[in-house]
Each structure stands twice: as structure tokens, then as C-alpha cells.
């Protein structure tokens, strides 16, 4: 840390750098720092920082003054740890002996919307706060809530941030997400800093950093809003306990705000200065319970310990999955901050609050939908208020209005129910129906309710409000029907950003991501917690299903031990709030109790928590995440892709099904720094490394072993030539063919049984909640793999399919539109490209059906490619799909084909340079595999994400041509773009 400058010292160390590196070095070339763009506004707060490095011994980057990284001398680019809302200043220092060479300093500006929609004129308190443990100063909230700080000896940040992320931000601790760096930090746990020498790493010496409370300090104007006003002091989530004080007045005390997961709203009328600055104090308190985590794996394929330690985090209700998982680590601080939004909103004294609406559509019909619409209308004035309640329901064709008169003595909590009795507007009249992806559009009502009084008070509210009916019932396993069409649910699980730091435009991108593989359902795994409501509305817009846990886990509280749970009051009054705030959601279809465990308060959730707060949505719930028509249990270790086809959990309604997720070499290069230098013969270029970051091995008798992978890679694809970067290249290059042939059998397993002895599956993940090498469909960076496009075939609502075990040919449309007269082909084709086998037959496809074509592909005897397409007479091409066979799973002489020439041409569909389209034809004698499309800013030479591919990664035939569409985020890339074109064996 000698050699850190912190960023709390402002930005006059960023001159002093620039002007101490020059001594000595007048003339010599320095760094040219290329992307952002000088002033330019992201809303990605972990962004590529990218520049032209100079000949040197190493490089460091700076930002805001702080030593973030030091890099090796060829390194051009740099994703830091997230950073915070509004101008960050960055600069890049190469040294060379005793020279140091620093770039001019660059300036962009991170901005983006707030996790959820606040009312209006809300004022969000995002900026300029101030960061310390309450273990390093004497001052307490009286006398900091009144602006009595130094705030050159306190750390700077905006917010959401853990203190752990306010630390990092500022060069205390270094990057977690990378290398073993979240080895060189303490931990909540005191043992477990003793046992892995810990605390000489703590800024506070000697001591935990995370046992004493955080300070959270921060001085605002009040925006200008009428005199009247009620003002409000809200927070959208803390973790875990707080004591709130502002302008010297305790609001709240630690007793009163605590739980992960909750809404606090304080009355800061009387207390709020209306003129001059206000200043605001929160102490926040760590977990009560940190717990212990498992064993880290430090060494190659090393024990990944026990999920969630010692189970003792869940005492508390937060996340648990922050005392680490096979899939991440411990979270240090186990998430003690403020995690999300914190605002000052103004009402008058009447106020429309805990708005419910449902739809009951009539069906099959679909001539009309009665909805209901309840709420509570509030008084907080001692005398009468009279006035009315007033509506409007908008969708693309018309509005739908209605009014209500109402009376409210003074302090009075009025319960409002409005149905078709009562208003006959309530009935909707051919109503446009809510439907998931690959099944129709997830159409949406605006619903907008204004409550206005005679004296002028005015309270309004708006939501967004899908019509649809859900039923579900048990045929061999559990089948989920919506708006009476039997949906095949084909998703993932999904988590969150280990460090809870992702922006709303992260959580939106992440809906995107599923939607562009055909995924129709994430499941939001109960122990990573409730993610923002910019994730569930995405999700409305885009029609993707959400299951969400509640918070409980069978193994991690050691078979719902006693004594392991949340506090019963506490537990209650979270889950209310948490049905509350998420219950206007169309896509959030489920509630499950439990993750492959009954919850042991079911009987709490069940008939007190949605008896009374989710009573007419028609949502299931699902006792535990692998019964009840459900099963779970993977496969979760990589097996060969015909093995997939005779597995037997591989049927029914699977909701963990594991695969390898390798990612890309370009992603692994950026959290493992060192990538390639451990020249460990036997296993290279795996590891202690890729173990810390999931590549490890459970002990014993247990299948979950990266192991398992790494033999596939290295029996079936051939071990490696070299031991150095072209070496590295090589094994992940393999990896993505594994990849592709492990996710497209794993999907293909369960699709061609749809609804004869299947319903659905969940891979076990779709995502990562930090830089991991396994279980993912795209990784950590947004970037996809391999397994990614192999996935987005085998999920597409219409798609041709091959039985690995048999060689049967099938055509899956879990779509509601039958095709007739479409033709289906499949072609053998040899290693050097020629078609030696072929067969073609015409058919009638219905809908929602797999469909044997009765096409048997005969027995191969070496190597060869299998290609399957249909062919619709007016649709033109319907599908397509690809595999390699040999008998023996030999497929080393895929990596002796020779280089293929490739024709490509890239053309802007949009003005706004986000819609691109590329065609590649191959115009040379041998296959192009697994052929990669990247497009990268032309500035930088760095890939833009996320990008949402049609299809990428595809193998393509001599003489065959190829056509691609690509979305680019808007703005991402403001200068012109290239296009990159590598098959895997070039």
C-alpha cells in the first residue's frame, strides 16, 4: 500500500504524477490513452480502458488518483473494479528502470438511471459520499450529521457501494475479481483470517476491518419543491443493520433498520433544511452472523470447501451466497453498505400507496379481461380530505379511463378495491395478452392512477401491467401454461454481481443476453437474493419469465437445521415486502420456497405472506426448486455430448443441468493476469489460479471435478503442443469446441422429448456473479462463448436437432405456429469438406412438437461433420445445426485442417451505429470451424459489449455462405467499428 495514492486526497495527485514521471524524460514516447473517448458518458461502470503502450518493464494504471493495477509491458487494456457514478479521470504510467513515462490524462463520465423508477421529482442522493469505519474515528452521528468532517481523511464514492467497494474504489484493497486477490484481503471471520494470515493485509492494523460499522456521510441541497411538501428520506436497500441521522436528529437506530432485502422510508419533514445544506449520517453495521467461509481451493483442481461455510450466515437475512459457493468466493465484507438507491421523495398529504393490479383474461376467447385494482389510499393530515381517484389503462390502440370519488378522515389508512363491479371500465374488451419469448409479444398496459383532493393534494402512480393467466399442472412432471398454451420453459439461474455493483443498464443487459440465446426463463437462485426492479421490468418488456426463490438453502443450512434461519418476525416481514414490491410483474410468474429444500416457514410464506399479499395473480408456488413435478441434481460435471442422450436425470422437468462455460481467451486473460506461467506439464496451462476461480475439484466420490473437462479437452481434442501463449490459445480454443458440442447435446437431450417424457430444463447457470470459468452461457465481462450460439440453436422456437446415441434426426418447434411442406436435410460431410452421405425428407411440422423425421444418420467409421437444415417453401432456410462425430470421440484431426480463406463484408443497418450486418462466405477448400465474429472499435482493436449475434461461432462449408445480424449497445462505440474474423482453425 506504499505506493497508493488515495483518491480522498482529491485529484492533485494525479498533477503530481504527471509531473514527476516527466523528470528526466522530456521527449520520450509516452502511452497514448485511446478508449472512452475523452468527456464521453458510459453507463457501464466497469468499462475496456484501452490505450497504445510503449517499450517498457511494466505499466500502472491510475484513476482518480489512485494506483489501481500494475500490468505487464504488452497489456492494452484494463477493466477495473466498478466504478463510481459521474467523472472519473484515468491515466496510464509505463516505467522502464528508473524512467516513468505517464500518458495525459483522460476524462470520462459514468451515468446511467437508478435500479428502480423513483416517483417523480424525486432527488436522487447518488453523489459525493464519504466512506469510514467508525473503528477510525471518535466522531459519531450527531456531530457528523451536522458537517463536522474532514473529508481529505475519509474515502470518496457514489452509491450503491458496499464498504468493501468504497475501499477497492479507492486502492485500500486491491480488485477481488482478479487473480487470488481476494486472498490479500481480511475477512468478516476471525478464524478464517487467522488461519489464512489475513489481518496484515487490514487497513485497520491488527484488526478486522469489517467487525465495526461503516459511515456513510454526505451533504445535499434540497431541490427547489414547493413549501408544503412532505419529505421523505428512502432507501431502497442496506445490508445489514443502520442507524440513520440527519441535520443532527436520529431518524433511526439499528434496532429499527435491519434485514437485506427491505424498503425504509423516514418522515424528514420537520427535520429537512430547506434552504442551505442538509447533512446526512448513516452508520452501517455488518451481518450480525458472518459465519465461516469453506476451504478456498488455492492449489490445481484444488476442494472448492463447503457451499456457505459454516452455514451461520444464515442466522441473518442477506445473502448467503456472500460466504461463497463452488462458483465464487467469500465476499469479504459479506455486503455490509448501502446496496441500492437512496432518494428523497415529496408527497402531500394524501398519498396513494401499496398498489395492487391483476387481470383475469377470459379464455380461450380472449374477448375481454377483468382487472382489479387495489391500494391504500393515506391521510397523513388530522382533518378530512375528500377528492377523487382517478385512472387510466393505455396500450398501443386506445385508453381506458375511470374515476371514484373518496372521503378520508384525518389519520386515516383507507383499504381501495376497484373491480368490474364496480367500474365497468374494469372489464377489458379483446385485451392484448402478456406472452413469453418464442410464443407471441409480452404486450403491456400502462396502468396510471392519480389521486387528487379538493384542498389540491395529488398522488400519482404508474405501472406496467400484463394480462395473462397462469396454470400449471403434473403429466409425468410439471408443465406451466400460459394463457392456456402449454409452455416449454427453457432457462437458466441466474445471480448476481458478487459485489452487488452491476447498473440498471447491466441488469436490462442481462434480460438481453437470455432473450438473444431463446432462453424464456431465468430463475433468480434463492441465496444470491431479489435482484432491482430494472432486472423484472427488462424482463416485462422482453417477455422472459422469472421464478424467484425465496431465501432459503437445504444443504447450506444443513437440511434446515433449527437455528439457521432468519429470526421468524424479521423473515415475515421481509418476504411481505418483497411480494409487495415485485407482485405487479407479469414476468414473474412463480414463487418457490426453497432451493432443493422445502422451506421450513412454508407454512409462514404460503398462508400468511401470499394469503394476504399475492391472493389473485394466479402465480404458482413451487414447494422446493426439485420436487413437485421438478427434479434437480445436474449432471453438473462435463460428460462427453453423446452421453447426454442416455443420462438418467436427462428427462422430465430438470432445473440444474451443469456444463463446462470456458470462457473466451480475451475474458480469462483479464482476471487471470499470469495466464500460462505456471508450466505445470501434466495439466498446462490450468492452475491454483483456475481453481480460486471454480476450475476445482470436490473430493471423493463427487462428479463435480473441472478434471472431468480437462480430460475431455485433452483425450478427445489432443493435448497441447507447446507450453507458452500459443499453448494457452490452443487449450481454450479446444475448450470452446467442447463447449459448443457439451451445451448443444446437453439442450438437445430434453428438447427432442418435449412433451412425451419432457417440460423443461434450467442449465445450472446462465450467468456469473464474478470472473468464473464454468457454468455460464456468457461470462462475467458480457462476453459469450462457444456454448453460448450452441444454445441459442437448440433453444430457438424452431430447430432441427440429432440424437447423439441413435443418430435420429428430429425437428423441435416449441413454437404455436405449425409449418407444412418444409423439406429436411441432413448431409455427412467428410474432414476436408466433401458430402458423402445425404438425405432429404419432406414434412408436416405442427406446433408445439419434436418431431422424428425418421432420418437415422448412419454409423460413422472416422471423422466426419454432420449438417441438418430445414427449408420452408416460402420461409426459405427454418433452421440449421452442426456436428462432429467419430466413434471414439477422436477428434484431434479437426486441428490439423487446414487454414480456410474466408470472404467477409460488414454494412451498417442504422444510423446510430448500433444494428450491423455481416456476411461471410467461404471461398476456399476446406471447412472454417466454430468461426468467430467479433466486432471491435476501430480505435482500440477491442471487442464491443454486449454484442447480440444472430449466430456466431459457426462452422462453415467450402463454398457456403453465411449471413449475420449483430445489436450493439447504443453510444458504446463512437467511433467507426471493424470486423474480426477467426475460425478456430486458422
Given amino acids: 500500500m506504499k505506493d497508493v495514492w488515495r483518491y480522498h486526497f482529491g485529484l492533485w495527485p494525479v498533477f503530481l504524477i504527471f509531473v514527476l514521471t516527466f523528470v528526466g524524460c522530456a521527449n520520450k514516447e509516452m502511452p497514448e490513452l485511446l478508449t472512452p473517448k475523452n468527456n464521453h458518458t458510459l453507463t457501464n461502470n466497469t468499462p475496456v480502458l484501452a490505450w497504445s503502450p510503449v517499450e517498457c518493464d511494466w505499466q500502472e494504471v491510475w484513476i482518480n488518483g489512485t494506483k489501481m493495477d500494475s500490468l505487464k509491458s504488452d497489456v492494452s487494456s484494463y477493466v477495473p473494479f466498478a466504478l463510481s457514478y459521474g467523472e472519473n479521470e484515468w491515466q496510464v504510467v509505463s516505467v522502464k528502470g528508473t524512467s516513468r513515462l505517464a500518458s495525459e490524462p483522460r476524462n470520462f463520465v459514468v451515468e446511467d438511471k437508478p435500479l428502480a423508477e423513483l416517483p417523480e421529482q424525486s432527488q436522487l442522493l447518488r453523489h459525493d459520499w464519504l466512506v469510514k469505519s467508525s473503528a477510525l474515528t471518535d466522531l459519531k452521528g450527531k456531530e457528523l450529521s451536522k458537517g463536522h468532517i474532514l473529508s481529505d481523511e475519509w474515502y470518496k464514492t457514489s452509491l450503491p457501494a458496499t464498504a468493501l467497494t468504497a475501499l477497492v474504489r479507492n486502492g485500500v484493497y486491491p ?15 476471525d478464524d478464517f483470517n487467522v488461519e489464512h494470515d489475513l489481518l496484515k493485509y487490514s487497513h485497520i492494523k491488527g484488526e478486522n476491518p469489517w467487525k465495526a460499522p461503516y459511515w456513510y456521510v454526505t451533504s445535499f441541497k434540497l431541490n427547489e419543491v414547493e413549501p408544503d411538501k412532505k419529505v421523505w428520506l428512502n432507501f431502497n436497500e442496506l445490508n445489514y443493520r443502520a442507524e440513520l441521522w440527519l441535520n443532527g436528529e436520529l431518524l433511526a437506530d439499528s434496532s429499527e433498520v435491519v434485514g437485506m432485502e427491505r424498503q425504509f422510508r423516514f418522515d424528514g419533514t420537520n427535520v429537512i433544511k430547506r434552504q442551505g445544506k442538509n447533512h446526512l449520517a448513516v452508520a452501517v453495521f455488518p451481518v450480525d452472523i458472518p459465519g465461516e467461509p469453506g476451504v478456498p481451493p488455492l492449489e490445481p483442481f484444488g476442494d472448492p470447501g463447503v457451499n456457505m461455510g459454516d452455514g451461520r450466515i444464515g442466522k441473518n437475512y442477506t445473502k448467503w451466497d456472500a460466504l461463497g459457493w463452488d462458483w465464487q468466493p467469500a465476499v469479504r465484507d459479506r455486503d455490509m453498505g448501502i446496496t441500492e438507491d437512496v432518494f428523497l421523495s415529496f408527497t402531500d398529504e394524501v398519498e396513494l400507496q401499496d398498489v395492487y393490479i391483476t387481470s383475469d383474461p377470459h379464455l380461450p376467447e380472449a374477448d375481454y379481461a377483468d382487472m382489479v385494482i387495489s391500494g391504500k389510499l393515506v391521510n397523513h393530515s388530522t382533518v378530512v380530505k375528500e377528492g377523487t381517484l382517478s385512472g387510466e389503462i393505455i396500450n398501443e390502440i386506445d385508453t381506458t379511463q375511470f374515476k371514484v370519488p373518496f372521503v378520508l378522515e384525518g389519520g386515516e389508512c383507507e383499504y381501495v378495491k376497484l373491480d368490474k363491479n364496480a367500474l365497468k371500465q374494469l372489464r377489458i374488451n379483446y385485451p392484448k395478452l402478456w406472452m413469453p419469448a418464442g410464443y407471441g409479444e409480452p404486450h403491456l ?23 395473462r393467466e397462469i396454470e400449471s399442472r403434473v403429466e409425468g412432471s410439471r408443465i406451466f401454461t400460459i394463457n392456456g398454451e402449454d409452455i416449454f420453459l427453457k432457462g437458466g439461474n441466474w445471480v448476481i454481481d458478487m459485489t452487488l455493483n452491476w447498473t440498471a443498464s447491466r441488469y436490462e443487459e442481462e434480460i438481453l443476453l437470455s432473450q438473444n440465446a431463446n432462453l424464456n426463463i431465468l430463475r433468480v437462485w434463492g441465496p444470491t437474493g431479489v435482484p432491482p426492479k430494472r432486472f423484472f421490468e427488462a424482463a416485462d418488456r422482453n417477455g422472459i419469465l422469472i421464478w424467484q426463490d425465496f431465501l432459503n438453502d437445504y444443504w447450506g443450512t ?14 415475515k416481514n421481509i418476504s411481505a415486502g418483497i411480494v409487495k414490491r415485485y407482485r405487479n410483474h407479469p414476468a414473474l410468474f412463480m414463487w418457490c420456497g426453497g432451493n432443493e429444500g422445502v422451506n421450513p416457514r412454508e407454512d409462514l410464506l404460503v398462508n400468511e405472506v401470499l394469503a394476504n399479499y399475492d391472493n ?4 404458482f408456488y413451487l414447494k422446493t426448486s426439485n420436487g413437485h413435478g421438478l427434479h434437480g441434481g445436474g449432471p453438473y460435471h462435463s460428460i462427453r455430448p453423446d452421453e447426454f442422450f442416455t443420462h438418467p436425470k436427462l428427462h422430465g422437468f430438470s432445473s440444474e443441468i451443469g456444463s463446462s462455460g470456458i470462457p473466451v481467451i480475451e475474458s480469462v486473460r483479464r482476471f487471470i493476469p499470469q495466464l500460462g506461467e505456471d508450466k505445470n506439464p501434466e495439466r498446462y496451462p490450468v492452475d491454483g489460479t483456475w ?28 493435448g497441447l503442443k507447446t507450453m507458452d501463449q500459443e499453448g494457452v490459445e490452443e487449450y481454450l480454443a479446444k475448450a470452446q469446441m467442447q463447449n459448443y458440442a457439451a451445451y448443444q447435446a446437453a439442450i438437445s437431450s430434453i428438447g427432442i422429448q418435449m412433451w412425451d417424457n419432457s417440460t423443461g ?25 462457444a456454448g453460448y450460439y450452441a444454445a441459442k440453436k437448440a433453444f430457438a422456437p424452431f430447430s432441427v436437432q440429432l440424437n447423439r446415441a441413435t443418430g435420429e434426426v428430429f425437428v423441435v418447434n416449441a413454437s404455436l405456429r405449425s409449418y407444412e411442406d418444409v423439406s429436411v436435410t441432413a448431409e455427412m460431410y467428410s474432414v476436408s469438406g466433401e458430402v458423402v452421405w445425404e438425405k432429404t425428407k419432406d414434412a408436416n411440422i405442427h406446433k408445439s412438437k419434436a418431431f422424428n423425421t425418421s432420418i437415422v444418420i448412419p454409423d460413422e467409421q472416422e471423422l466426419v461433420f454432420v449438417k441438418l437444415k430445414v427449408v420452408g417453401d416460402k420461409e426459405g432456410l427454418l433452421a440449421d445445426n452442426i456436428y462432429w462425430l467419430h466413434p471414439e470421440n477422436d477428434f484431434r484431426a479437426l486441428f490439423k485442417i487446414k487454414t480456410p480463406e474466408l470472404k467477409s463484408e460488414l454494412t451498417s443497418g442504422d444510423s446510430q451505429g448500433s444494428d450491423y450486418r455481416v456476411s461471410v462466405k467461404n471461398i476456399g477448400k476446406t471447412p472454417a470451424l466454430l468461426v468467430r465474429l467479433k466486432l471491435v472499435s476501430k480505435l482500440s482493436g477491442h471487442e464491443i459489449l454486449p454484442a447480440l449475434w444472430s449466430d456466431n461461432f459457426s462452422t462453415i462449408m467450402p463454398g457456403e455462405e453465411k449471413q449475420f445480424a449483430v445489436t450493439l449497445p447504443k453510444g458504446a462505440c463512437p467511433d467507426a467499428v471493424d470486423l474480426v474474423v477467426k475460425p478456430v482453425n486458422e
Fill in 691 to 718: 481453481a480460486y476461480h471454480d476450475a476445482a475439484n470436490f473430493p471423493g466420490k463427487d462428479l463435480r471435478k473441472f478434471t472431468a473437462l480437462d480430460n475431455i479437452i485433452r483425450k478427445d481434442y489432443g
Fill in 761 to 785: 430444463m434450467l442449465l445450472w447457470k446462465s450467468n456469473s456473479s464474478w470472473p468464473s470459468l464454468v457454468w455460464q452461457l456468457y461470462d462475467w465481462y458480457e462476453q459469450t462463448h
Fill in 175 to 189: 480488485n477481488p475479481y482478479i487473480g487470488k486477490n481476494n486472498m490479500h484481503i481480511p475477512d468478516a471471520n
Fill in 445 to 467: 398496459y400502462e396502468v396510471k392512477l392519480t389521486v387528487a383532493t379538493n384542498a389540491g393534494d395529488v398522488s400519482e402512480i404508474k405501472e406496467l401491467h400484463g394480462i
Fill in 558 to 571: 444443513f437440511k434446515n437445521t433449527p437455528g439457521y434461519q432468519p429470526e421468524k418476525d424479521l423473515f
Fill in 616 to 619: 389473485r395473480a394466479g402465480r
